[in-house]
Every structure is written in structure tokens, then in C-alpha cells.
């Protein structure tokens, strides 16, 4: 009986991997150097937004250093 059982999970297992793989071959797929380019042309046209690249205004950020108060 455990053969059987082994033997429909196997089935199972293999089932489950076909179908995984007829999803994947649906997927549209481009050429790498598309997506290359596409992703360049993001970064460029998006650049002046990101404040890993262009900093965060000392009054925006969260995380400056405290300030010591002047009449002490």
C-alpha cells in the first residue's frame, strides 16, 4: 500500500512541476538588451527623485544628529 501511495505522490509532485513550467512558457519574455536599455532609461529619467542619488534635505531627514540647545 505505501507503494501506491508513494507512487501517487510522486504523480503528484511531477503534475505539479508541469504545470509550473506551462505558466512559465506563457510569460512574454524580451531580450536582455531591451531590458537593458529600459532600465537605463528609467534610471535616468528617474534619477533626480531618488535620494539614495541626490540626498535628503537636512530638514526631511529623520535621522539627522539631534540638536544641543544654545541657552545651556
Do not use: W, Y
Not at 22 to 28: C, T
Request: with cysteine.
Amino acid at each position: 500500500m505505501s507503494n501506491n501511495n508513494a507512487s501517487s505522490s510522486s504523480v503528484a509532485v511531477v503534475q505539479k512541476a508541469v504545470k509550473q513550467l506551462r505558466l512559465e512558457a506563457k510569460i512574454r519574455r524580451i531580450n536582455v538588451s531591451q531590458a537593458a536599455t529600459d532600465l537605463k532609461n528609467f534610471c535616468l529619467q528617474n534619477g533626480h527623485k531618488d535620494p539614495l542619488l541626490v540626498g535628503v534635505p537636512s530638514s526631511d531627514n529623520p535621522f539627522r544628529p539631534p540638536k544641543s540647545c544654545g541657552l545651556l
